[in-house]
Nanobody, 123 residues
Framework: QVQLVESGGGLVQAGGSRRLSCTAS?????????LGWFRQVLGKEHELLTV????????YYSDSVKGRFTTSRDNANNTVYLQMSSLKPEDTAVYYC???????????????WGQGTQVTVSS
């Protein structure tokens, strides 16, 4: 079993930047694990934002964050990062990291989740 813990959330002004971290415990990041970042706005479903798979050279970005957010992973330290820049008020949400061990890592295959960290972007 793997436990994921996010950190780095908080209040940031529009146009600013923020870096989120997610550290795993209980089980090390396998190179086969796909590590994703999701966000959820109250009353809406989780939105998949990024996935980094393998050694870090296989990366997916959703259209909503492409060009503004960057994800990376440090397998040696069991940590995955989400660097967010040019933040907008509509980026306000609870951000979650999650892990999938399924081939092709469809969004429904992410079984391990952190508790989430709130990011609030003020206008």
């Amino acid at each position: 079993q793997v436990q994921l813990v996010e950190s780095g959330g908080g209040l940031v002004q529009a146009g600013g930047s923020r870096r989120l971290s997610c550290t795993a415990s209980g089980r090390t990041f396998s190179p086969y694990a796909a590590l994703g970042w999701f966000r959820q706005v109250l009353g809406k479903e989780h939105e998949l934002l990024t996935v980094v798979a393998g050694s870090g050279n296989n990366i997916y970005y959703s259209d909503s964050v492409k060009g503004r957010f960057t994800t990376s992973r440090d397998n040696a330290n069991n940590t995955v990062y989400l660097q967010m820049s040019s933040l907008k008020p509509e980026d306000t949400a609870v951000y979650y990291c999650a892990a999938s061990y399924a081939p092709g890592w469809p969004p429904t295959s992410f079984k391990y989740w952190g508790q989430g960290t709130q990011v609030t972007v003020s206008s």
